[in-house]
């Protein structure tokens, strides 16, 4: 697509349920990121794809997080036992090799009740 | 020490000035370094980037890098009040995710 395609763009869930975000990078980058940017902050690395290499989890705030990226494009971020200090809005970026900054995506905003 | 800090603001200069933003890094280690501009309830965009030490130029912005200080600023000349907004800055080495600063929020008055 013409960039990166996150959904969904809202999403509000009750404590203790779990969600998935879903990112679509933009086709060729071959690296995949998530942040996190809670309201008046700045933004949170969570974790980072990079082709076929084991991916890049230090960001991630506990084990209720993960994420996977299937065949090299879309991945897919899942938060289990949501709390409400997981609202925020969730960021997806890409970018080419080499990597010269990236492209991101509308973000998906995440509300818990 | 937080990797990556600017001043929060807010910055506000008039319309047709030059507005400066600033950031200073921690890792030593940092080679590549970006400054995005975020519009309140959007996502950030790219405005440049840099690797070497001194200016690199773009329209009315330039970014100057100087590693030996680990600092890196933003000029924008000839502010608009479209300009208004957060600007974000980011470092990063080879294999890593950016680390970002927290931003600070430019205002330009008309």
């Known amino acids: 697509g013409a960039g990166v395609s996150q959904s969904p763009s809202n999403k509000v869930t009750e404590k203790g349920k779990d969600v998935e975000l879903r990112c679509d990078p933009i086709?060729?980058?071959?690296?995949l990121y998530w942040y996190r940017q809670s309201l008046g902050q700045g933004l949170e690395f969570l974790i980072y794809?990079?082709?076929?290499?084991?991916?890049?989890k230090s960001g991630l705030p506990s084990d209720r997080f993960s994420a996977e990226r299937t065949g090299g494009s879309v991945s897919t971020l899942t938060i289990q036992r949501t709390q409400q200090e997981d609202s925020a809005v969730y960021l997806c970026?890409?970018?080419?090799?080499?990597?010269?900054?990236?492209?991101f995506g509308s973000g998906t905003r995440l509300t818990v009740v | 020490q937080k990797e990556v800090e600017q001043n929060s603001g807010p910055l506000s200069v008039p319309e047709g000035a030059i507005a400066s933003l600033n950031c200073t890094y921690s890792?030593?280690?940092?080679?590549?370094f970006f400054w995005y501009r975020q519009y309140s309830g959007k996502s950030p965009e790219l405005i440049m980037f840099?690797?070497?030490?001194g200016d690199k130029e773009d329209g009315r912005f330039t970014a100057q890098l100087n590693k030996a200080s680990q600092y890196v600023s933003l000029l924008i000349r000839d502010s608009q009040p479209s300009d208004s907004a957060t600007y974000l800055c980011?470092?990063?080495?080879?294999?890593?995710?950016?680390?970002f600063g927290k931003g600070t929020t430019l205002s330009v008055s008309s």
């Open positions: 980011a470092v990063t080495k080879a294999g890593t995710a950016l680390i």
């Open positions: 970026a890409s970018s080419p090799p080499p990597e010269v900054g990236y492209t």
């Open positions: 890792d030593r280690g940092s080679q590549s």
């Open positions: 840099i690797y070497s030490n």
């Open positions: 794809f990079q082709g076929n290499s084991a991916p890049d």
């Open positions: 086709s060729g980058h071959t690296a």
